[in-house]
């Protein structure tokens, strides 16, 4: 079945810094991925929508310049979030589409 | 706005009984999805019912789809201790859609 993976699965860093978390999908190609934010019990919330070749899709409300995009190829997007705050600690999950949506096991960030 | 609000937010339920959740929408959809979530983990696709679907059966899952109530649940008979986990709904539109999940159900099963 088609496999998505997301590095790293967890990381801590300081407030300040910037944080690059990589979503590959492993077994096809995809044109589109997904990167939703959620908050503990929470529902996943949309953040872009990501493709190929082509600047991110950001849900309103969600800072572009804060959360870069980069989608350099049909296999790999990239989500990095730059000078990271506490608020910023979340759950993030990607999914890469073909026919589907199939998502990625998740990165848990926490901001210090 | 919202799409897709589960009912009940949580549910305890005793090995071997069933348990329902409910998720209901706002718009017209195409699709309508559920998945689980295990404790910080990523999400499993249980099931996918089309919108000219009315039910949907899959091992001990069980789905139904009331679209003029806009609306959908989810059976899951003689549950067991591993079925411990929140369960969402996502909708879509449309092919190569955004999916709008829902608030979720956290489902606990006793041994």
């Known amino acids: 079945g088609a496999v998505v993976s997301q590095h790293p699965s967890w990381v801590i860093c300081k407030s300040g810094t910037s944080v690059k978390i990589e979503c590959r999908s492993l077994?096809?190609?995809?044109?589109?991925m997904f990167w939703y934010r959620q908050f503990p019990k929470q529902s996943l919330m949309l953040m872009a929508t990501?493709?190929?070749?082509?600047?991110?899709?950001?849900e309103q409300g969600v800072e572009k310049d804060k959360f870069l995009i980069n989608h350099a190829s049909l296999t790999l997007s990239t989500l990095t979030v730059t000078s990271a705050h506490p608020e910023d600690s979340s759950f993030y999950i990607c999914?890469?589409?073909?026919?589907?949506?199939?998502f990625g096991p998740g990165t848990r960030l926490t901001v210090t | 706005s919202q799409q897709g609000e589960e009912d009940p937010q949580a549910l305890s339920i005793q090995e071997g009984e069933n348990a329902t959740m409910n998720c209901s929408y706002k718009?017209?959809?195409?699709?309508l999805q559920w998945y689980r979530q295990n404790s910080g983990r990523g999400l499993v696709h249980l099931i996918l019912?089309?919108?000219?679907?009315r039910e949907k059966h899959s091992g001990r899952l069980r789905v139904t789809l009331d679209t003029s109530k806009k609306s959908s649940s989810l059976l899951i008979t003689a549950s067991r201790a591993a079925d411990t986990a929140s369960y969402f709904c996502?909708?879509?539109?449309?092919?190569?859609?955004?999916?709008?999940f829902g608030k979720g159900t956290m489902l606990l099963v006793s041994p």
């Open positions: 999914s890469a589409e073909i026919y589907e949506q199939y």
């Open positions: 990501s493709n190929e070749g082509s600047k991110a899709t950001y």
């Open positions: 718009t017209s959809i195409n699709n």
């Open positions: 996502a909708t879509d539109a449309g092919r190569y859609s955004t999916l709008t």
């Open positions: 077994d096809f190609q995809a044109t589109t």
């Open positions: 019912i089309r919108s000219n679907e």
